[in-house]
């Protein structure tokens, strides 16, 4: 059998997280994590939309992890994101960082918004 590894041309994925913090690219990110095209950075939670909402065009999904464990979005962001046209799919972090890396490796039009665990 042959391996072959997958290329990530713009954005890596992400390699992984613990407690409060995320690691992408060989960088740790202490609290939450923003990916969206040609952005990474902490992220502030569900408070922290602009660039969220400013490059909507640019991705067609939000993965939005919610922590350790699955939980509702707040009715105000999910009516935020819905004005916006922002397709978004709010899972466990966990799940959000595998869901994205599987579907950044098959080179999909994607955004991930994650709060930590």
Do not use: K
């Amino acid at each position: 059998m042959r391996l072959t590894e997958i290329d990530y041309p713009d954005t890596p994925p992400v390699e992984g997280y613990g407690p409060g913090f995320f690691r992408i690219g060989g960088e740790v990110i202490e609290g939450g994590l923003l990916i969206l095209p040609g952005l990474r950075r902490a992220w502030g939670g569900y408070g922290d939309l602009e660039e969220i909402l400013a490059r909507a065009p640019g991705y067609d999904v939000l993965f939005l992890g919610t922590g350790a464990e699955m939980d509702y979005l707040p009715a105000d962001l999910r009516s935020t994101l819905d004005a916006a046209g922002i397709g978004a799919e709010p899972m466990s972090s966990p799940a959000a960082c595998r869901t994205y890396n599987v579907l950044l490796s098959e080179g999909r039009r994607i955004a991930l918004a994650a709060l930590p665990v």
